[in-house]
Structures are given as structure tokens and as C-alpha cells.
């Protein structure tokens, strides 16, 4: 179960053999990760309120400094935490906190003050909520036949109106409410939490199985993935009171169809295309910025993105390879329990059959440590990797809005022109209604101004919300897979350990 409030952590509830999630939009610690080795991106930053990271691994003994001082341009102190309890092998979603600590200054690009803002958010995170996906079922049979997932929440949010909320919901409501809350915050500059992948495949296997064991593991990740997505929503003190996230997660029954999501809709096609417009508008617009610190930080998110990528590819490997390594290691217990068998020298034959029931330990220590590797870091990372995107998504908004903005100050400048000329040529009757045009694309250009500054503002606050909480999940992430191999590893010296004393005793 994950919870979200003033002081949460992360924590393993009973929603199932699921890993502790990503936490995002966490706004406990201040720490900045877009760190860049330019001077020019210190002296923008500074002017932007950003303060100095401490170091991410306070606790440990010897400290490994990964920046330059030029680097640290942010001057934030990381609250120390302890370590995460030991993480079982596929625990169940955690709980995340969002504390805001500073106020940010007025940057230089002409965005007002967003101390407004945070006073808000602390205001909001005074509240908490719990909110965790459980008890997967079946409905249905054949083509027709769907999954839905019990959705409990726990929370003292005034805007809910009960305390504790028990619904089921189906894949399809969680890809609308995502839709519905793209529609009303992605223009205001709002970083939205991606919704799970569709899988085509791995629904037909669901539809066209009898039995349920067969697609376990599918429904088991899905589970998990759209846990980890309700409570990133819930996290963002914007998101978590929206009317339709209220609704998801407290009114009993089916939810409106949301059929728009279907790929092979008329709506799907549609959202397809604008897609394609929107990759086309992308390619063949460039935006003069005058901020360097957007600039900068879209240079860092597209590093990022790369990265991340890359990063995950690789985990993939590992999760491939150690699944591989688990299943040889079968095969070799199973080949020293054959020669056991038919050993003749007893004592030799007692050891290889010893060696195959310590191998088949190994055997089951590797897909611990391979379901580890694929909940704990390769799930995380993929969180991210779409989290970036959506970072993506609301520099391309702010795009949006400053070529709307351009082309209406080049409307209004065709306009004075037009009127120019009927001043010219002594055309009184027509300067009248040119006024009046003028003055209304006047207005239209003050408003896309102003429609301009305000997802700027909107921008600068939500990646400040990323970076601190980006810092402390990929610390949380990481001590808590080393934790998973260390535990994993002392184990395997223990089987070891017990068993060769049997060998040296071979007579």
C-alpha cells in the first residue's frame, strides 16, 4: 500500500509480491539534479532560487563527490533519512511523502513569484492519503472478457467525501482518467504521471486463458504499474484534488466507458494523428528562447532521456541473463542428483546429491534476485523514462503557446499595416472597424502573453518538484537493491558454507 501525506515513507503493504515503486513529486528534499558544468548555467540557476545539494549518500563512511565545484549550483540541504527496511522480493507498492521546504525566486525571464504556489502546496500536505490496487479478477469470457482491480483508499482529504473507499476499476478507467487529466493540466504546464503501457499480447492470452495461473505474472506487473501510477498522482497537490481523480477513486460502480482510449477507435485514430502533427510541428518550428535556463534544462532532459533509456536496456539484459543463469543453475542440480543416484561410493554419492539440493537453493536465489533486478531497478527506471517524457510534453506546451503568441503579435502587426494604408488612401469608413480589430488582436496578444508567462511559472515549479524527488527515489532505489544483493549473497555463502564440510569429509 502507498501512502502520501506530510511525513510518509516508504513502507510494504498487502497489495501483493509487488517491489516499492518509484516515488515521484516528492517535495521533501531540495536537492537539484540537473546539474551542469557550464558557469553560465550557475549564474542562471542562482537567479532562478535554486541553492546547494548536499550529499545524496550522507550516511555512508567515505564520501565520493561526483560534481565539480563549478557544478554545485544548487544549495538545498537533503534531509537525512535511515535506510529502507530490507525489500523482500516482489513487495508490495510504497508510500511516498511531499513536504514543500523553500520558496523559490523570481527568475529572470519575467515570470512572476511562485512562493503563492508552495505556500498552497505545504498548505495541501498537511493531508495524506493511502491508496493501493489489490485482488485482480477475471470478468468475463473470451474477446469480451477484462480485468479489474480493487482500488482502496485511505485518506483525510476534505475534498473526498468519505475517509475510506473500496472500488474496482478496469484497465481502460485508468487509461481515462489519465486522458482527463492531460486535457485539464497539461496546458497549464503540469507535469502528468504516464498510465501503463497497453499490451495487446498480453490482454489476448488473459481473454483466450481459462486458467488464470497462466498469465500471472502479467496481471501481477500491470497490478503493480497501475498502483504506482495512482499514487504518483496522488502525490501532486494539484492532481490529488482534481474532481475527476475524486471520482476514480470514491464513486461505487462502472465508471463512464472510457472508449477514446481504444486504439482502433475514431478517437484513438484521431489522438494518432494529432500526435503526428504535433512530432511534425516539433521538427519544423523552432523557438527563439531567451531563457537560458529553459534552454539549459531542456539540453539536460534530453541527456536524460538518452540515458535513462540506455540504462534500462541494459537492466533488461541483466533481468534476461540472470533468469538464464537461475535455469541452468536447475539443470545442473538436476544433472548432480542423476550422478548421485547412480554413484556406488556412498559418501560421494551423499555429497552430489547435497550439491543438488544447495544448487536447487541457488536455483531459487537467482530468480529472487532476478525478479529484484526487474521490480526494484528495471521498473523504476521505465517510470522514469516515461515521467521524462511528460517533461517533455510541457516544454512542448510552452512551445505551443509562444508560437501562438508570435503569430498573434504578427496578425496584429498585418493589422496596424492594413490600417495604415487605408489611411493613405483616405478611406475613413473602413479606419473605424480597423480600430476595432486592431484593439481585439491587442487583447488576444496581451492574453497569449500572459498564457505564455504562466506555464513558464507553471514549468519552473513542477521541475523543481522532479529534481528533488528524482535524487531521493534513485537513492531510495539504489540502497535498496544493494540491500537485495547483499541479503541474496549472504545467503549463498551460508549454503555454501554448510555444505563444504560434507565435501571435505569424502573418505
Known amino acids: 500500500m502507498a501512502t502520501v ?44 532560487g535554486e541553492e546547494k545539494d548536499d550529499d545524496i549518500f550522507a550516511e555512508a563512511k567515505e564520501e565520493l563527490s561526483l560534481d565539480s565545484p563549478e557544478n554545485d549550483w544548487s544549495q538545498s540541504t537533503a534531509k537525512t533519512e535511515g535506510l529502507p527496511q530490507k525489500v523482500a522480493v516482489l513487495p508490495s507498492v510504497t508510500a511516498a511523502s511531499v513536504t514543500s521546504q523553500s520558496l523559490p525566486k523570481q527568475p529572470k525571464n519575467g515570470v512572476k513569484d511562485i512562493s503563492d504556489d508552495l505556500d498552497e502546496e505545504e498548505e495541501a500536505n498537511k493531508y495524506s492519503i493511502e491508496i493501493s490496487v489489490t485482488d485482480p479478477k477475471k470478468i468475463g469470457d473470451g474477446m469480451n472478457a477484462y480485468m479489474a482491480y480493487k482500488v482502496i483508499t485511505k485518506t483525510n482529504i476534505p475534498d473526498f467525501r468519505n475517509s475510506e473507499m473500496e472500488v474496482y476499476r478496469r484497465f481502460s478507467d485508468f487509461l ?8 485539464k ?46 499514487c504518483c498522482v496522488a502525490k501532486h497537490p494539484a492532481l490529488q484534488t482534481d474532481p475527476s481523480f475524486v471520482d476514480f477513486l470514491e464513486l461505487e460502480g462502472d465508471l463512464p466507458r472510457a472508449t477514446s482510449t481504444s486504439a482502433l477507435s475514431g478517437a484513438g485514430v484521431l489522438r494518432l494523428f494529432n500526435r503526428v502533427g504535433d512530432s511534425l510541428g516539433k521538427m519544423t518550428y523552432k523557438m527563439d528562447e531567451s531563457d537560458q535556463w529553459f534552454e539549459e534544462k531542456q539540453q539536460q532532459v534530453e541527456s536524460l532521456d538518452i540515458q535513462l533509456k540506455k540504462l534500462h536496456s541494459s537492466i533488461e539484459t541483466l533481468v534476461i ?17 542423476a550422478l548421485g543416484s547412480v554413484e556406488e561410493h556412498t559418501s560421494l554419492s551423499r555429497v552430489l546429491s547435497q550439491l543438488a539440493e544447495v544448487e536447487d537453493k541457488i536455483d531459487l536465489l537467482h530468480v529472487n534476485q532476478a525478479d529484484s533486478d526487474y521490480y526494484i531497478l528495471s521498473e523504476f527506471v521505465k517510470d522514469y523514462v516515461g515521467l521524462i517524457q511528460a517533461v517533455k510534453d510541457v516544454f512542448h506546451e510552452r ?19 492594413a490600417k495604415v ?43 523543481k518538484r522532479f529534481e528533488r524527488q528524482r535524487l531521493k527515489d534513485f537513492r531510495r532505489a539504489i540502497i535498496s537493491y544493494l540491500e537485495s544483493l547483499m541479503e541474496n549473497q549472504q545467503q549463498l555463502i551460508k549454503y555454501w558454507e ?10
Open 5 to 48: 501525506g506530510s511525513g510518509g515513507d516508504c513502507s510494504i503493504g498487502s497489495g501483493g509480491r509487488d517491489p516499492p515503486p518509484p516515488l515521484l513529486f516528492d517535495e521533501e528534499n531540495e536537492e537539484d539534479m540537473f546539474s551542469s558544468s557550464h558557469e553560465s548555467l550557475k549564474v542562471n540557476q542562482m537567479d532562478h
Open 176 to 183: 481515462g482518467l489519465h486522458e482527463k487529466l492531460v486535457e
Open 185 to 230: 493540466h497539461l496546458h497549464q504546464g503540469r507535469i502528468i504521471p504516464p498510465p501503463p503501457e497497453k499490451s495487446v499480447i498480453g490482454m489476448t492470452k488473459i481473454k483466450m486463458s481459462k486458467e488464470e495461473s497462466s498469465s500471472t505474472e502479467f496481471v501481477e506487473q500491470r497490478r503493480a504499474a497501475l498502483e504506482r501510477f495512482l
Open 321 to 337: 541473463n540472470r533468469k538464464e543463469l537461475a535455469q541452468n543453475t536447475g539443470l545442473f542440480a538436476n544433472s548432480a542428483a
Open 399 to 417: 512551445v505551443k503557446l509562444y508560437k501562438a503568441w508570435k503569430d498573434d503579435e504578427a496578425t496584429l502587426t498585418k493589422k496596424r499595416e
Open 421 to 463: 494604408r487605408l489611411e493613405l488612401t483616405h478611406k475613413a469608413d473602413k479606419i473605424g472597424s480597423a480600430n476595432q480589430e486592431i484593439a481585439e488582436w491587442e487583447h488576444r496578444v496581451e492574453k497569449s502573453q500572459e498564457e505564455f508567462q504562466a506555464i513558464s511559472k507553471s514549468i519552473i515549479k513542477e521541475l
Open 498 to 507: 554448510t555444505f563444504l564440510p560434507e565435501t571435505k569429509a569424502i573418505a
